[in-house]
């Protein structure tokens, strides 16, 4: 059983809560000879880290990353990769207001059956805290697959009614909210002023690409490349749904309409977003994701206690009204284990991922 | 490596090729005592068989199931039950027209690429002929978790443009088109009748639900109930999108519309679709899915041979209009997989899933 | 869970019961092109078929096998292999003298207290009749190993007292025995004899060796091939020790002795067995396992029923003085199935199982 | 794959060198609500930790644990657990003279093989360093084993011609051998005087017993609990054998002599080892494993360097001359392991490891 682990053959296993002393991952499987260094992963990091943009929570982590194993000489050896990152702003305040609280929205409901003992200081286990490892983690799958001339790439393409129009992919890394229109981030901001005005958050959309991909990735029948893509995301806290390609426009599509035609020059569409019977055909796998408002916000809200008691709760620590936008580095993180651990497997059927040579190109 | 392999501790493991000698699933993990016969796996099978309903393929399988072992005197017996369905009407029909064609939207071109050899006929693995043994493998995971209280049951909501306006359950299985709205039959039908004759084919949407769930199924932060699902269903064939609870229309609420109250008398809304923190709420688990409209058509398609030639392709054959329709029984087999999987992992941990008693109701 | 499946990358899950209707597996993983014919694998099983051998069980079964799938003109497709075998000599007979007993030295009363409920006849599940088909999966990835240069022979190398005193491996598939000391064969015989006239049994030692293997298979720290092996090995029917290399004798050897020198030429001796650190040195893999004397014997003995009542048992039906003699095709083919897992996983890591060339030869 | 992880319900996995920055675990699995302390795993520590003792290397490391995640208040928590001890004593020792040479019985050869690139200080991640985790994961488990009145121990019982001629549990904690019987105390400590003066070394064999399983733990076919327990002890670092049981004393045994007699008051004997058809018998499980005699000796060795030079090497530092005496407590933790994670198995199997009753006792 895999409860917080991630992946077949690159595999990615996790720890830590919210104020616990630490966070930290075993990376195993990684290939050896690859270069890994704590800078490296520190820059993938300090993209979805709290307090390293204004739209975002101000809660001041380091966040820094230590590599205690698994490097030696600036290379990767093979053997399992360790990785700590220390709590160090966890505010002793007092949690004695939600220990006994049942916020709405949040996991301390369903932690309480499933466990019965939980720690609920900052939601704990299920503080999106955790997915600071799972960026780590990606950090290291990124490296490989860039080598490998793969690039995964993530953008927020809308929050609330603010869609982008265009897919600037050069623009997303310049604003502070990933987005690739650049003629939206006036209203992005105008968006997120009044939600903290009223105290209010918001949900987002975020597309994700791999590209460069081989034909051939992914196992059918259940270890699909686009299955495992939906479970990676869907992973992430705070998603509802997840799309591949047309996604949910396949509905009211005609077949004659979806499928996309193949010339010797290629394919001329991308309706599949890059899978077919589970495998990857080569061109850009493209995904996208929902994620919920969050739940913790000023405005009151109803709910019960441990005892079953009716209470009134209030947010007031320091939240996001987008956790939409830090997701952005961290669905990046997820399709690159997916990829990674899916060119592992590949290697492992074949010996080389590139056997036989793409037909189309 | 679990390629062909669902589940951790309900274990299902399937092989076969749609114009092979047989279908076969090993089920693995299913605790003793359990009564089982074929008969009753059968009623499941005959719900998704080809040619049982007049609006899917004409196809004629008798798709009878044999269990092989694992079942004595009527009873599991928590060894390996093994699965068999003869491929009788496999057609000795010449397809040598496809042998060395990529049909587009289909596996043809991917499967190439990942295997260099392929059994061509029909589809071969990619057919989703092979989801007869998810539904045998689902029946006898319904049979455990009807035991336990819990239900589990699927619609079509939506087919092309013609949605279901009420979701009354009564009817879904009165219908050819396992449709919740009885006033929107005729405007299916038609709509079959129009695909039939343009030689085309449409989407569907589909509706999950699993009823009577006990709070505190699921493992975060990687094998939660809800990512788990959406592997689940985004691995049948055509499935293109997922959401849980009110998916992609999170993208748009605001946090104190979007989080669900909680009073003594139990939660006032379910926009989470039953799960919180990857955990079950104890509220209905809800998931929507999406699927592709079929690529075998009569309408001309542009696509290219292994050789890399342009080519144009026609479907003759017996071909479902909307494989949505014969979807709705696998999506129900593949969350039924997931939530006993999750029972028994919940189990593990506890000895009893229903500890501690949930604190609202 | 993977109580019925062996491998990580090559994948074998096993069902069936002695006397069930077919004894079944599905072997997942195997790379797609390799050549593999129901006459080959028939090869393999028909070495330790019943029957086949006038010093072992002369229960008759065809244990003919046949392929469901997988397999398309002859070379395997990459997708997984459905593998079959009816049994057809399953005695019609009453099995109701056993129904409530608990015969010594088998599995019976733990069957009973793992699962409640069981097919007593001949021991269901418990049978060494499922070890077919491991032989069968065993077939395959032989077939596959000796097209990377890799071979696996056993040889049964002592029965009681009488010990081989020579390993002559090319006399051990001319004898029944399996022996490689042919000055040995009128002992074995007049030993069996014995066993015969007494209604006895009597144990045996088998050596399983894998020639040929590349330096540097094995995954630190658990999956070490030498774990991998002795647990492959103690799963088999009836095997109550393994040895790797020098084995127990290790106790009682110095340092300055056990360990293996190396010199340009290559290692001067081979007390590690072939592993060092749980990785191959390139040099044989050498393991011997130690199989007891079957419970199945007609001298009385003394037990309980489910009832907790005192009972005399005695076997009447057909079966081997030493279960032993059978146990050497079973050894070889758990062999191949660890030696070709970690073939695929060292291929998984580094894309080629033959990078870096050995240093030594 | 899960090269360094153990367990499938009670997930162990490791990180970390002999002479890197820290050691680490995850502790994945471990149900919640159990007492867990840092001063608990560190009594099981101390007993295995270098300097604790005078007849093993005086490597003085602290091998201070610190739990980082997954316990709070003093009880688990069901998620992740943490566990870190940072590498104090690393002795910035010039590793330079065995950068390039293959010291003959150790790990060197075969990991520059697997891996091109390696940590060579000390033996890096294939030092027996890696086996204090295994000692503080296997701390967790034995407090939820002992909560369920199971007990695990274990004994050197043999150390070169030093055999342990009774079984005496009272004394084994009693002193530094961990050996029991008393009388046999100086000839151990005679032993290593004189091989500390030759500069050599001995092997050992220990004996380990799990004591008050119920009956009916194990997984047929693959997973049996002597076959885990097997690949368990042979994963632990130097081991080269492993019995269950009798053992090699079942290749002369008869099976009139060999089978256990069963009456109403229990087992008559136990040949078995606790074990038969893969599953516990509710008898104490026994294993006995052989270690080899280190290799790390002063006495000068014949071996290569990485240019294929031959070379010839001296062990200077610290090292036990009987490697054994320190696996003892790593043998118990091993089964601990095995049998906590068995534990979980049946539980998600019945609901509660207990059913059925237990028919004798």
Not at 101 to 129: M, V, W
Not at 158 to 184: C, H, I, T, Y
Not at 203 to 208: E, N, S
Request: glycine share 10%.
């Amino acid at each position: 059983m895999s409860a917080n682990t991630f992946g077949e053959l690159f595999r990615v296993t996790t720890f830590g809560e919210s104020h616990g002393a630490a966070l930290g991952a075993i990376v195993d499987g990684c290939p050896p000879g690859l270069a890994v260094t704590e800078a490296m992963i520190q820059t993938y990091l300090d993209r979805r880290k709290p307090g390293s943009n204004r739209y975002t929570t101000q809660r001041r982590e380091a966040d820094a990353v230590k590599i205690l194993s698994g490097v030696f000489e600036g290379k990767t050896t093979g053997t399992p990769i360790g990785l700590l990152i220390e709590n160090t702003d966890q505010r002793s305040k007092d949690y004695s207001d939600i220990q006994d609280l049942f916020r709405p929205g949040h996991a301390d409901y369903t932690y309480e059956h499933k466990y019965g003992h939980r720690d609920y200081r900052g939601g704990g286990r299920s503080s999106a805290r955790e997915t600071a490892m799972r960026v780590a983690a990606g950090a290291i799958a990124q490296a490989w697959l860039i080598e490998q001339g793969i690039e995964i790439r993530a953008a927020m393409v809308q929050m609330g009614n603010v869609r982008a129009e265009q897919l600037d992919w050069s623009v997303v890394r310049e604003n502070d909210f990933f987005f690739p229109d650049p003629e939206k981030i006036v209203a992005l901001d105008a968006l997120i002023r009044d939600l903290k005005k009223e105290g209010d958050s918001i949900g987002a959309r975020i597309r994700v690409e791999a590209i460069g991909l081989p034909p051939g990735l992914g196992e059918p029948v259940f270890d699909r490349l686009d299955a495992d893509t939906a479970k990676a995301l869907m992973s992430i806290n705070a998603v509802k749904a997840v799309e591949i390609g047309a996604g949910f426009d396949v509905v009211e599509q005609r077949g004659s309409e979806h499928r996309d035609a193949m010339t010797p020059e290629g394919f001329l569409s991308n309706h599949a977003g890059g899978v077919l019977g589970g495998i990857s055909t080569g061109q850009p796998l493209v995904a996208e994701l929902a994620l919920k408002p969050t739940s913790s916000i000023r405005i009151p809200g109803q709910t019960i206690d441990r005892f079953g008691k009716p209470q009134e709760v209030i947010t007031k620590g320091r939240h996001d009204p987008c956790v939409g936008i830090r997701a952005v580095p961290i669905a990046e993180a997820m399709v690159a284990l997916v990829v990674m651990d899916h060119m592992l497997r590949q290697r492992a059927q074949n010996g080389d991922v590139t056997t036989p040579t793409p037909i189309l190109r």
